[in-house]
C-alpha cells in the first residue's frame, strides 16, 4: 500500500508544470551577440547591476569587440528567435530550468557568466 501510494505521489510530481520562479524586478537589454549554435549574449542596459551575474568588462575573441555588463543567456532554447542582435528588450532572471532542445557544439565565444531568462517583462 505504501509503495503505491508513493508511485502515485512521484507520478503527479512528474506531471505537474514546472513552476516558474522568476524575479519580480525587471532589466532592460540589448542582444548584442548571436552565435551560430544559439548561444546568446546581453548586455545590461538598466536594472539593478547587482540581482544579476555578468561579467564587467569581456572581449570577444573573435571579433575584437569590447563589451560591459554582458553575460550569456543560458536557457538558450528559451529566447526567442525574434529578436535580433542590437535589439533592445525587458527580461527578468528566472530561476526555472530551461527546456531542452537540440543544439550543435560549435566554438563561439561568449562570456562565462550565465543568467536564465525571461523575456517580455513590463516595467
Known amino acids: 500500500m505504501k509503495t503505491a501510494i508513493i508511485l502515485v505521489l512521484a507520478a503527479c510530481m512528474a506531471c505537474s508544470p514546472k513552476l516558474q520562479q522568476t524575479s519580480a524586478t525587471c532589466f532592460k537589454?540589448?542582444?548584442?551577440?548571436?552565435?551560430?549554435?544559439?548561444?546568446?549574449?546581453?548586455?545590461?542596459?538598466?536594472?539593478?547591476?547587482?540581482?544579476?551575474v555578468m561579467a564587467r568588462q569581456w572581449t570577444d575573441s573573435l571579433s575584437g569587440k569590447q563589451y560591459e555588463n554582458v553575460f550569456t543567456v543560458g536557457n538558450l532554447c528559451d529566447f526567442p528567435a525574434t529578436i535580433q542582435e542590437g535589439q533592445e528588450f525587458s527580461f527578468s532572471i528566472t530561476t526555472t530550468p530551461g527546456?531542452?532542445?537540440a543544439t550543435c557544439f560549435a566554438y563561439t565565444p561568449t562570456p562565462v557568466e550565465k543568467n536564465n531568462i525571461v523575456t517580455g517583462c513590463s516595467e
Open 99 to 101: 527546456s531542452n532542445c
Open 29 to 52: 537589454g540589448k542582444l548584442v551577440k548571436r552565435g551560430i549554435c544559439g548561444q546568446r549574449v546581453v548586455q545590461l542596459l538598466s536594472g539593478p547591476v547587482d540581482a544579476v
